[in-house]
């Protein structure tokens, strides 16, 4: 298959126990030294775009309700960290598991996640640019990106493992340590010019991330970029990514 993205893992299991990081304050706080600010598009992948302020002078927006929106943002992310948890040398010795469920156990905290979400969406793109499709990666993607689609009006596509869609499909594979997986999407899901927003929880190696990426550009979609809620920044996956990337939280941050 052609232009096959390339990982050394696989989409890692949820809190992505692929971070054989020692769980040490020294190595917590070395991980995010180098992070963009959190809901900033990486510079290397977005510095042709207008700035959100040169979008809302042109959309009539008022500085004082950007500021507002940004306060009410920065609340919104310090609610939803405080609700992280993670645990040491889980699964094996050397793992510090992040765990993002907690944010789903509590209905106000997953509003606060899609309000959190939906709010940088908006400052980013603005009315006139909205995605029209939020595609979710198997399967934690699903956790959140159909109410997302919802509160955006837009559609909501899932990517998912080989053999899990009927009909005719996208495939793409990509590697993992120990081999390779596939990734596919019905081929009529996108229509040809579709702004497309990819999200999925945590953004670790990158590698499905990218070959979501890949299903979405073959099927015609216009790719705006990704979201992620949490990003193990060591891990450097952003860089196998040829759209902005927009993450709301840095894993292993301290309070």
Excluded: C, W
């Excluded at 020294?26 to 959190?38: E, I, L, M, N, V």
């Excluded at 493992?161 to 996208?170: D, F, N, S």
């Excluded at 979609?221 to 060591?234: K, P």
Aim: no cysteine; charged share 20%.
């Amino acid at each position: 298959m052609s232009g096959q993205p390339v990982s050394t893992d696989s989409h890692p299991p949820h809190g992505h126990p692929d971070n054989i990081h020692p769980s040490t304050q020294a190595a917590d706080k070395s991980s995010t030294a180098s992070h963009p600010p959190s809901l900033k598009p990486d510079p290397t992948t977005s510095g042709s775009q207008p700035s959100i302020a040169s979008k809302h002078a042109a959309q009539g927006r008022q500085p004082a309700s950007d500021a507002a929106s940004a306060s009410k943002l920065s609340g919104l992310k310090k609610n939803l960290h405080s609700a992280l948890k993670q645990y040491p040398d889980f699964p094996s010795p050397g793992v510090l598991f992040e765990d993002i469920l907690p944010i789903f156990a509590d209905y106000k905290l997953h509003d606060s996640l899609l309000e959190a979400l939906e709010l940088h969406i908006n400052e980013s793109f603005g009315e006139s640019q909205k995605p029209d499709v939020i595609v979710g990666l198997d399967a934690r993607g699903f956790l959140f990106g159909p109410s997302l689609a919802l509160r955006l009006g837009a559609g909501f596509v899932p990517v998912r493992k080989q053999g899990k869609l009927p009909g005719r499909t996208e495939t793409v594979s990509y590697k993992k340590e120990y081999g390779e997986d596939h990734f596919q999407l019905q081929s009529d899901s996108i229509r040809p010019g579709q702004r497309v927003l990819v999200v999925d929880d945590i953004i670790a190696t990158g590698g499905s991330a990218a070959a979501t990426g890949e299903l979405v550009q073959r099927a015609g979609g216009n790719l705006l970029g990704y979201v992620f809620i949490l990003e193990l920044d060591f891990l450097k996956g952003r860089k196998k990514l040829n759209a902005p990337v927009y993450t709301l939280l840095s894993s292993q941050q301290q309070d």
